[in-house]
């Protein structure tokens, strides 16, 4: 099995965010290498990435949601609207523009737009639009599923459903060894869910723990 590296400036941001890491191991790692060090999970994860794609610790900064006072109506909406600091978001006002726009009666927001506008936020990208939205959600490939915080969702419904198993009563260290068998799951192409079939192809590695 893999074991995860200590973290270092020598990862690449793909070694890096192939691994899961808790929010006080991120927080840690912020400070030590003088990046901003509160937010949620997913932006501590944005500041280490852009850190290990070269940028600067001194020029990345901590991300400031500015929230406009009052959101669009539909009608002010556009593909040209800005997706930041113009009052747009994922309301009832946009499901009415983007039921127009389709000529829909009614609309329902896909995931991948949640997705796409979380990533805009993260990245402070302030040139992106509707039209953005309206593209991933045409062609939901052009955005990642993968997020960071899909990764942490997938974490904790890993960890649920193994502490749901009677078989983990089995074990002293229950999140221990539901780290070790997800690190497993991780690192393979498998779906990333917990089977008790895990415990038995780990149990060479688990014996350690049992009670």
Known sequence: MVQRPD???DLSPEEFLSYYW?????EEICRDFGLPSYGTKAELTAYIQQFLEGKPASQIKRLRR???AGGLKADQI???TKLLDSGFKLDKEARQFFADYYGQEKF???KVMAIKLREV???EDKEATVADLIAVLENPDLVSQETPEEKSY???RFVKDFRQD???KDYREPLKVAALLWRGVKNSQDEKVYTSQLLADHQAELTQYLK
């Open 7 to 9: 973290f270092s400036s």
């Open 22 to 26: 808790y929010k006080t191991e991120l």
């Open 66 to 68: 500015t929230k406009p």
């Open 78 to 80: 556009s593909p040209e």
């Open 108 to 110: 329902t927001f896909k």
């Open 121 to 123: 936020e993260r990245l």
């Open 154 to 156: 997938q974490w904790n």
């Open 166 to 168: 009677p078989l983990s």
